[in-house]
């Protein structure tokens, strides 16, 4: 194609998990939550929903309000985006200029790579050391260096980097560095305080997965505000709609069920674990909705095709220098038995 800049002919594009739109799959593949959400959010979705005939409110300020008083920070340290995808968009768009370089760790989210791409950036990926640590040469100062990304907890392990460790990464680096903290409501600590302690620091947090939510598109970026400013000027204008902000509104403030939903998960992940562990598979104690196995014997790559065959989605992946393994996202203790009894007769 001739017309298109050159960096994106030549791109192969991101390919998110398998959405089967029809048949009944028990879906492990992308770690959804299995639980509905809040019965708050469609009743706020519906009062909305007669209001469509007005542009929605550019900044979203009804969420910043709600979510600065459940994080406890200031609603203008918050820029609201459509999924948190748009607001790694938004920042590679305003930090990541032609030529630059970003930095991510290996395994991790291959989104972040996609996205230089799209800027004409180069990516640097850095491998985890064997204790789920990051070498210090993680923070290195590097020509042309503009943007670090970290997913705490990662995927696909569900481990997670220590707030020490960060700090000090964020006091070495000469540019900002995005927590991506996807999956941080399953863990045991998130970072939101070190944005106050180090401007280079931003955490983004999205209600796909702890809110039940990945239908709806919201995501947001703890920032400090002089970084905000700037960000509000590179989103599309209008980037989330009425129903989207109606929704993560009344999600954001019904900080009970997601404590529920939060504490259902968490049981079925020591569950999934152990029984994984029982059958021979090498598990990585997991902070997140997923747990990343790895088998020393047998091949995982069949029994990801006869998961599905049997109607039943997992992730498979394999990553350059890393043992390829499967990464299932907790589910119901019903799907999780499902799962484990297809699993059981295959190793
Ligand atoms: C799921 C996921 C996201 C994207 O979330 P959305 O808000 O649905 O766009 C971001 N980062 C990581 C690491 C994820 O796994």
Known sequence: MTFVRNNISQLAGYVPGEQPQGGKFIKLNTNENPYP???K?????QVAAEKLVRYPDPVSTAFRLAA??????????IICGNGSDDILTILTRSFVDQGDLIRLPNPSYILYRTLAEIQGARSQEVNFNDDWTLPTSFGDPEEGLKLVFLPNPNSPTGTVVSQEEILALAEQLPCPILIDEAYVDFADFNCIELVKQ???IMVSRTLSKSYGLAGLRFGFLVAQPSMIEQLLKVKDSYNCDALSIAGATAAISDQQWLRDNVSK????????????????????????NFVWCTHPEAEVKPIYEYLKENRILVRYMSYPNWKEGLRISVGTDDQISACMSLIQSKV
């Open 37 to 39: 959400p809040s019965p």
């Open 198 to 200: 180090n401007e280079k």
């Open 41 to 45: 959010v469609v009743e706020a979705i």
């Open 68 to 77: 600065g008083e459940a994080l406890n920070v200031d609603p203008d340290w």
């Open 265 to 288: 998960i968490r049981a079925t992940r020591e569950s999934l674990q152990s029984q994984l562990t029982q059958l021979g598979f090498e598990v990585i104690p997991s902070q997140a």
